[in-house]
Nanobody, 126 residues
């Protein structure tokens, strides 16, 4: 069974850090770009970051640039999102998703992505 599972979410104070993981089972992530998206209550799902299949290209939304870092470990079949200097407006359910490999990992729109995880809640609050 093909599956993506996100983990690492939780409650953190403003200024804190979390590292999200996106682990695949049943297939290899080697040939996929991976995107991270988030969705806050009452808002549309928005792209946060994307990493190319090789890991050589990464892209970030302006709202997280300089604070979030995406990386991948293909040997562990896992992609990570390191989130630092978290703000209350980062509160959302975070999802990872796969897309066919490309050279430049633009984030794009959700419809471009194939497999999705179930999401992990991130809450930034004092």
């Amino acid at each position: 069974q093909l599956q993506l599972v996100e983990s690492g979410g939780g409650l953190v104070q403003p200024g804190g850090s979390l590292r999200l993981s996106c682990a695949a089972s049943g297939f290899s992530l080697d040939y996929y770009d991976i995107g991270w998206f988030r969705q806050a209550p009452g808002k549309e799902r928005e792209g946060v970051s994307c990493i190319s299949s090789s890991g050589g290209s990464t892209t970030y939304a302006d709202s997280v640039k300089g604070r979030f870092t995406i990386s991948r470990d293909n040997a562990k079949n896992t992609v990570y999102l390191q989130m630092n200097s978290l703000k209350p407006e980062d509160t959302a359910v975070y999802y990872c998703a796969t897309r066919g490999q490309s050279t430049l990992a633009t984030i794009g729109i959700p419809d471009e992505y194939d497999y999705w995880g179930q999401g992990t809640q991130v809450t930034v609050s004092a």
